[in-house]
Each structure stands twice: as C-alpha cells, then as structure tokens.
Antibody, heavy 121, light 108 residues
C-alpha cells in the first residue's frame, strides 16, 4: 500500500517561500501511470488542486498560481516537492500531496495526511 | 477552465435516509468525474471514479451515476459513519482538475 507523507515548515512569513516535500513509500514514484499532485484546503473551505509533476519532470500548474509555483520530482529519493513564493495570508491552508492514477480515471487514490501551513509574521 | 457546481451545499439527514448530491460541470467531461468523502481533520478518501465505478473497499450503499455534464452521488441508506463532506472532482484531459465546492451531510 502506497503511503504519502508531507513535511516542511508550519509557519512561513509573508513574502517568503513556502517549501514542502512529499515522501512516497510502498511504491516507486518513477512510473508513467501516476501524476503526483499538490492540493490545498484553506481553513473551513474547500479543496483546491494546485499542480502536478510527472515522473519525467513535466509539470502542470493551476494558471492563477503559475507565476509563483514550482513543483519538482526526485526519483532517486522517491519524493516530490512544492515551492510557492511570495506567499500571503491567502496561502494559509492544509497542503496535501496526492497520487493521481491513470488506471482510475486520474482520480486521487492515495493522499498524505496533510500539513497545515500558516502564513503570518 | 472547467468548473464544477455541487448542490446542495449542505443537507441534514437521518440514519437510514437516501441521500443524493449532484454535481454539474460547465462543459462535457464524459465520465471523468470522481467523488471523495472527507471527515473532519482528515484527508479526502476516494469513493467513486469514472462517474460510477466504486473504489475498492467502499460500501455498496454508495453509488455514482451520470455522464456529460450532470452527475449524482447517492447514498442508499445513510449510516452514522457517512456524516462528512463530499466533493466531486473532474479529471478531464488537460488540467486544471477542479473540485466542486463540497456538500456537508450532517445529522438531522
């Protein structure tokens, strides 16, 4: 059973860069049938898909975040990462990493437990 | 970008009730519609993918239907553990892959 685990600072100052890593265990990240995504959820609000990275390193970002967002993959460490720069309070959210699987209509069939990131001075 | 509109945003129901949640897409997405359950403080859990295919381990009281732009999640007999928030999400061709705004199911 694949497991995903987010890690990174829980508090980031405004205008700085939010950095998170998702470590994947129980399966290889280096597979063509999976799309490794980041999804966030502001407190008390709904889910927002923000981007994915493919095993090849190809990425796709939500257009409204494209100018601030970078997602990368390290197949040697079986992990992928998110960097969001110039953060504001609006970026405060629980950040989830998740696996999209092309065998199940690209649905997100495995999720990390989520990590709360607060943007505050 | 494709947008998803869920209704209702919340509902109150009793154990044993039949519950229906709808999700409408802003354009034709075929069967590329997935449903998730999220309990408070937890990550979402995949219930149904491809509009109507039950994920392994999900109870058969959950069912999905629809295609094109209109989709439905039905819980045939609501159980105490089903009180949660439900989200639809599309995975049609090119991202961004949006979620609906969610439907909270609570106890009447």
């Amino acid at each position: 059973q694949v497991q995903l685990q987010e890690s990174g600072p829980g508090l980031v100052k405004p205008s700085q860069t939010l950095s998170l890593t998702c470590s994947v265990s129980g399966g290889s990240i280096n597979r063509p049938d999976h799309y490794w995504s980041w999804i966030r959820q502001p407190p008390g609000k709904g889910l927002e898909w923000i981007g994915y990275v493919y095993y090849s390193g190809n990425t796709f970002y939500k257009p409204s975040l494209r100018s601030r967002l970078s997602i990368s993959i390290d197949t040697s460490k079986n992990q992928f990462s998110l960097k969001l720069n110039s953060v504001t309070a609006a970026d405060t959210a629980v950040y989830y990493c998740a696996r999209g699987d092309s065998d199940v209509y690209l649905s997100f069939d495995n999720w990390g437990q989520g990590t709360l990131v607060t943007v505050s001075s | 970008d494709i947008e998803l509109t869920q209704s209702p945003s919340s509902l109150s129901a009793s154990v044993g009730d039949r519950v229906t949640v709808t999700c409408r897409a802003s354009q034709n997405i075929g069967s590329h519609l997935n449903w998730y359950q999220q309990k408070s403080g937890k990550a979402p859990n995949l219930l149904i993918y491809g509009a109507s295919i039950l994920q392994g381990g999900v109870p058969s009281r959950f069912a999905g239907s629809g295609s094109g732009t209109d989709f439905t999640l039905t819980i045939s007999s609501l159980q105490p553990e089903d009180f949660a928030t439900y989200y639809c999400q599309h995975s049609y061709t090119t991202p961004p892959w949006a979620f609906g705004q969610g439907t909270k199911v609570d106890i009447q």
